[in-house]
Nanobody, 127 residues
Framework: QVRLVESGGGSVQAGESLRLTCGTS????????TAWFRQVPGKEREGVAA????????LYGWFVKGRFAVSRDDDQNTQYLEMTGLTPDDTGMYFC????????????????????WGQGTQVTVSS
């Protein structure tokens, strides 16, 4: 059974930083495109960042503007999202996700192409 578990969310002030972690079991993420999405009530999930299998490339949503960094440790089967310069617009539930094995990260911002999802971790940024 595939399981993704996010952690590291919390409540911070604008300008502060958070590091999200996604632990994975049941698959070896080195063979998967993995990503972070976020969602606020009433809106669709929005792609934040993705990293292709074997860490061959990293991809970011337009709004990231150099503030976030996605990475992963394939040996630990864990991916990370380092977020700096947080603003209230970054508030939302953050999810980690993975596509099918060996499916590349093309069109990664489309959430429907991801088949494995975690339960999410809440990030709240106050001004």
């Amino acid at each position: 059974q595939v399981r993704l578990v996010e952690s590291g969310g919390g409540s911070v002030q604008a300008g502060e930083s958070l590091r999200l972690t996604c632990g994975t079991s049941g698959i070896s993420i080195s063979w998967y495109c993995t990503a972070w999405f976020r969602q606020v009530p009433g809106k669709e999930r929005e792609g934040v960042a993705a990293i292709d299998f074997a860490g061959s490339q990293t991809l970011y949503g337009w709004f990231v503007k150099g503030r976030f960094a996605v990475s992963r440790d394939d040996d630990q089967n864990t991916q990370y999202l380092e977020m700096t310069g947080l603003t209230p617009d970054d508030t939302g539930m953050y999810f980690c996700a993975a596509k099918g094995e060996s499916v590349p990260c093309m069109e990664w911002e489309d959430a429907k192409d991801f088949i494995y999802w975690g339960q999410g971790t809440q990030v709240t940024v106050s001004s």
